[in-house]
């Protein structure tokens, strides 16, 4: 059941892929059959995958069955030894269920929305390779199998991003995700060859049960003695930023909503990102051996949580706006691990990838009725038109901002909670910061709301006449989402993070004694409870009164602050400094290093040079043989006398 | 009466070469030479088998100037095989250049009854003997296609400069002697122990190795290679270019392992010189070629440098290990060479247009459209030759080279790797011509039964040593034992 769930994603992905090479002749009817039979094997591999999901989830988290499957052996070579391996524990089977749910959610919706797309097998066969080698990363039992999977998303998404490859912006985009994800993946690679120097394996369980003895080794670096498990965890935690987006590697993620939208659901959602926030909960039993580690993770999610916040707010591109609000909801996450409430965090990745889905799909939706139209400045007024979407949106937004009784409600107060029951400094920063970028999320949210569906239409006439209501196959993954984002929360809350947490993780997770800051968490003070709350509902209020009630004060306050508004519309310059600091440099360096390094050094002295010194040297070679006897003769008596003379003058 | 047993193979090719010159004068003229061809390929492979039953261990005879052990039997072995497949090949060439008579093969024979008895020679005079059965026989078939100018040039050249050669080997044969007092290896073998030896036996043993030196076409002896293989019938050139090195190779060793082997610091040098230069040379002056015989003349030109790196190994290295590794990778090498020339021939003999031979490498134009199976096996040669993994000239590279770094004989291990990398634009060269250019008209078809047998056969070799590397690894091993005891 287990493989079934990894490898169907995999197999389905594998044969959709070979249907894209099979000529279609310029037959419309013969294209139609293999994208369909395209569509029919990913999504019915997926939703297989999902039950087999079910039912393992089932046998090992309830039944206890926890344990690691091996398939067979990968690499043998001295004192590293490692397998394929998929492991079964709560962590693992909880990331397998949600992935394979959303991600077979996505796949029905794609058939829908790309319904109208040239080349339907290869987006299919990507989304659910995509699906598998997440599902790889999460069920992994050692570093390498896991650095397998998170290389395979970086390549995945490199791909779908730059699904549409006729638009130089999706290459580009592409291209960026990759090279920054690059920055963070060489980050992740060092800590993995750190942890075999301290460890001398890299399997979990190993690892694991070894940290207690390491947490005291020392390891050096740059001929620094540093403690070595802050080293290992903050090299993995770069790593973590790159692919979860992080303040500093997070400039790909925005960009990357030049892929199709269902990609962008899919990246946001169920994979990629959230890869980062799993790996530091699956190395708890490092992580928790480091304060230093932890209140980096701590302090760098909460300035992301923040940051992206604040850019959200001044965003006019649809899903750049839910693309800023997942790097921010990233961040809540990685505070939530940061202080030790790991549950807390995989609680609130979860509750985010059914909201965070829906959004997205919703979304999409509305791009898809206003003629690919993103820009929210040329929307408006569509809610009579596109009701499902409408109320579908409203139900993600709802979660987003955390009002009661949607699933986000429950996730964002338990990690903000966790965040002030730790009692330390980091843990107040993470706190008061995350209030205010609750805030700013329900300010997002509903500016978006508005701006999209209420108002006078600001589309021209001919876009607002073809506006219509998606077809049932993208409304269905819709509602599906909708129930994970409404019950979710309430749902899960008593596992994940309740009474009944203990029991559910097992040994999937690991806090240190004394780290209860979940424990905590149940016993704050009742305005820490209703805060986040609070501050929401002010947030959804005050977007109704600046684009509903008053619509001409945001444009006041932005004339007021232009430097701030200007800083917030450019991202904090982040891509203006890196375009700077490395990328101008990088290609000076390399124009440099081609024309001058290359062209005249390399080749002028090494192959071409080479190759004229042996051409010349072959001319002369060739010239020795005259075709004269006496000159070959000649040539025999000469070498004799040269050896004879070399043995008489060194004597023998 | 001495004891005839070991000597059995030759007497018995001897009697049979005797036997089918009588055959071929008094058959029918209309199927003489094909029926003599056919036995000769025949008597050759029987005496393969001869060769295998009546070596048991080492034995000596004719009062220890004749001896046969594994070595023997291994080289033997090998050029027998040439020899046989040389004639096979020959055939068909020879009928439709109008040349075929039945002396070709008994010539052929004879040259191989030679090259027998230099493998088994244990004496300076019986390795004359040998020595110049073999060149006569070489002399005549060179020359063969007597209305070619070129053929008869061929001839004549390889005829006064192996004379020179043979002075040169005779020369220092009778210094050698004039300073020791014997020809017997047996008894040379003991002279030296410590290795000290006169300045007369030093510069007779320089003289030795210059005659050796030109058997196996190694620099600066090297000069008559590219004229005869050019000029010379295309089958003989394929049997030049391997049963005849093989040969002087292993009586080169046989010589210099087996009789002055405790002189080895001193005549390693010149082995050493010889092997360098013509690696390099090998390397450059096939790059300019046109022609694919003569750039086959160098391409072997530098593999017996490689070959030698073998031989010097042997000579220079410290502990008895390494001396015998680098005897064994020279066999090792000399095996793999064998199959691949073979092969490589076979495909130039192949190249026909209309009934007549085309030699140019750009007659090779395209030929991966016009017969995609050939220009695959010549492809397989051609990087097997340029020591290209997983082929089996990598693994005879990979063998000699080792023994080199063993033996701390660095320069030769750099000197062949860097060559080998210059020779392998040569022969890579040959591979894109026939992949990426623009087809010439196609070559003859239908190719005959035994060309095609010869080119699976060598193929298969060339491709599939990596899988099954033993018989010949075993064999040459087996080989080393008999000459470095211990």
Redesign the interface.
């Known amino acids: 059941m287990y493989l079934a769930a990894v490898f169907l994603p995999l197999l389905g992905g594998l044969i959709a892929g070979s249907l894209s090479f099979i000529p279609d002749g310029g037959e419309k009817e013969r294209k139609h059959k293999l994208d369909r039979a395209a569509q029919l094997i990913t999504c019915g591999g997926m939703l297989l995958a999902a039950v087999a999901a079910l039912v393992t989830f089932i046998s090992v988290v309830l039944g206890g069955e926890t344990g690691a499957l091996e398939i067979f052996t990968w690499i043998d070579s001295g004192s590293m030894e490692l397998s394929w391996e998929l492991r079964a524990d709560t962590l693992s089977l909880v990331m397998v269920l949600m992935v394979t749910v959303v991600s077979s959610m996505i796949h029905i919706y794609s058939v829908g929305y790309m319904s109208h797309d040239h080349s339907i097998p290869r987006f299919q066969s990507y989304l659910s390779l995509f699906t598998f080698f997440m599902l790889m990363l999460v069920t992994s039992n050692n570093l390498v199998q896991m650095f397998f999977g998170w290389e395979g998303v970086g390549l995945m998404s490199y791909l779908l991003i730059g699904f549409w490859f006729e638009r130089p912006s999706a290459c580009a985009a592409a291209i960026k995700a990759f090279v920054v994800n690059r920055v963070g993946d060489f980050g992740f690679a060092l800590g993995i060859f750190a942890t075999f120097l301290m460890f001398d394996t890299i399997n979990f369980d190993v690892i694991f049960g070894l940290a207690e003895a390491q947490a005291d080794q020392t390891i050096n670096v740059f001929s620094g003695e540093f403690h070595a498990l802050t080293v290992i965890c903050l090299l993995l935690f770069v790593g973590a930023m790159g692919k979860s987006a992080q303040l500093g590697l997070h400039t790909w993620l925005p960009d990357a909503m030049e892929g199709p939208t269902p990609v962008s659901a899919l990246i946001h959602a169920a994979t990629m990102v959230t890869a980062g926030v799993f790996m530091v909960a699956r190395l708890s039993p490092l992580f928790e051996h480091s304060d230093v580690a932890l209140t980096v993770v701590t302090i760098v999610g909460a300035s992301t949580a923040i940051f992206a916040a604040t850019i959200g707010c001044v965003q006019n591109d649809i899903k750049r706006v839910i693309a800023y609000s997942t790097c921010s909801q990233l961040g809540y996450m990685f505070f939530a691990l940061g202080v030790s409430a790991y549950s807390a965090g995989i609680f609130h990745l979860v509750t985010h990838a059914f909201f965070k889905a829906l959004l997205f799909l919703g979304a999409g939706s509305v791009i898809h009725a206003m003629s690919d139209e993103q820009d929210m400045r040329k929307m408006g007024g569509l809610y009579k038109l596109i009701p499902v979407t409408y109320v579908m949106m409203w139900i993600g937004s709802l979660a987003l901002a955390g009002v009661w009784p949607f699933a986000g409600f429950f996730s964002k107060d338990i990690v903000l909670e966790a965040a002030w029951g730790a009692h330390s400094a980091v843990g107040q920063y993470a706190f008061w910061l995350g209030i205010a970028a609750a805030f700013l999320t329900a300010f997002y949210s509903w500016r978006l709301l508005i701006m999209t569906f209420h108002g006078k239409p600001r589309a021209d006439e001919v876009t607002m006449a073809h506006v219509h209501e998606s077809p049932k196959v993208m409304l269905l993954p819709l509602m599906v989402l909708s129930v994970g984002a409404i019950f979710a929360g309430l749902g899960l809350y008593n596992w994940f993070v309740g009474a009944g947490t203990v029991d559910f993780w097992g040994n999937a997770i690991f806090v240190l004694e004394g780290h209860d800051a979940l424990e905590n968490a149940h016993h704050v003070p009742l305005w820490v409870k209703y805060l986040p709350l609070v501050v929401g509902l002010a947030g959804i209020a005050m977007a109704y009164v600046f684009y509903m009630f008053a619509p001409g004060i945001p444009a006041a306050i932005a004339s007021t602050f232009k430097g701030v508004h200007r800083f917030l519309l450019n991202k904090w310059y982040f891509d203006e400094l890196y375009d700077f600091l490395f990328v101008k440099p990088a290609f000076r360096l390399g124009h440099g290093l081609w024309k001058g390094g290359d062209g005249q050094v390399i080749d002028g002295v090494g192959p071409d040079g080479i190759a004229a010194a042996?051409?010349n040297?072959?001319?002369r070679?060739?010239a020795?043989?005259s075709?004269f006897?006496y000159?070959?003769?000649f040539?025999?008596l000469?070498?004799?006398a040269i050896?004879?003379t070399?043995?008489?003058v060194t004597g023998? | 009466m001495p004891n005839l047993i070991p000597a059995l193979p030759e007497i018995f090719l001897a009697v049979a070469a005797m036997a089918l010159l009588m055959a071929g004068v008094f058959l029918n003229p209309q199927t003489a030479s094909r029926n003599v061809s056919y036995t000769s390929a025949g008597v050759l492979v029987v005496t393969i088998a001869i060769v295998g039953l009546v070596t048991d261990g080492t034995a000596t005879t004719f009062g220890g100037a004749f001896i046969t052990d594994t070595f023997a039997v291994f080289v033997k072995a090998l050029i027998l095989i040439a020899t046989a497949v040389a004639v096979i090949m020959s055939r068909e060439y020879l009928e439709q250049n109008g040349i075929f008579r039945f002396e070709f093969p008994v010539l052929m024979v004879l040259a191989a009854l030679g090259m027998m008895m230099m493998v088994s020679a244990n004496d300076m005079i019986a390795l004359y003997l040998g020595l110049e059965l073999q060149s006569l026989s070489l002399y005549v078939i060179a020359s063969f296609q007597r209305e070619s100018t070129r053929s008869a040039e061929a001839g004549l050249k390889y005829f006064v400069l192996g004379a020179l050669s043979s002075g040169l080997l005779l020369y220092g044969i009778s210094l050698v002697y004039g300073f020791s007092g014997t020809t017997g290896f047996d008894k040379l073998a003991g002279l030296f122990i410590g290795g000290d030896a006169p300045v007369g036996v030093i510069v007779g043993l320089v003289f030795i190795l210059a005659g050796f030196a030109f058997k196996v076409s190694a620099v600066p002896f090297h000069m008559w290679t590219p004229d005869v293989y050019e000029g010379a019938p295309t089958p003989v050139t394929a049997f030049f270019a391997v049963a005849p090195k093989i040969a002087a190779l292993a009586l080169m060793t046989r010589t210099m392992v087996g009789a002055f082997g405790d002189l080895g610091a001193e005549w390693s040098q010149v082995i050493i010189f010889v092997s360098i230069a013509s690696m390099i040379l090998g390397a450059f002056a096939a790059i300019n070629q046109k022609n694919i015989k003569r750039l086959m003349a160098y391409s072997s030109i530098g593999h017996m440098g490689y070959a030698l790196i073998g031989l010097a190994v042997a000579g220079a290295a410290d502990d008895a290990v390494t001396r015998s590794d680098g005897l064994q990778g020279l066999l090792v090498y000399l095996a793999i060479y064998m199959f691949m020339n073979i092969g490589t021939f076979a495909c130039i003999l192949l190249m026909r247009r209309n009934n007549r031979m085309v030699e140019g490498i750009d007659d090779l134009a395209g030929l991966s459209k016009t017969n995609p199976a050939m220009a695959f096996v010549l492809a397989a040669f051609m990087f097997s030759m340029a020591g290209i993994p997983p082929l089996a000239g990598f693994f005879g590279k990979l063998y000699i080279f080792l023994a080199a770094v063993e033996a701390e004989l660095f320069a030769l291990a750099i000197i062949g790797v860097l060559s080998s990398v210059v020779a392998a634009f040569y022969y890579i060269r040959i591979v894109k011509v026939m992949y990426f250019d623009d087809p010439e008209e196609a070559f003859d078809k239908p190719i005959s039964r035994e060309m095609k047998a010869v080119l699976i056969v060598t193929g298969a070799v060339v491709l599939l040593f990596i899988v099954y590397p033993l018989p010949i690894l075993s064999g040459a091993s087996l080989a080393t034992a008999a000459l470095m005891p211990g």
């Open positions: 042996t051409r040297l072959a001319r070679a060739a020795l043989q075709g006897l000159h070959y003769a040539a025999m000469l070498g004799v050896l004879v070399w043995f008489l023998g």
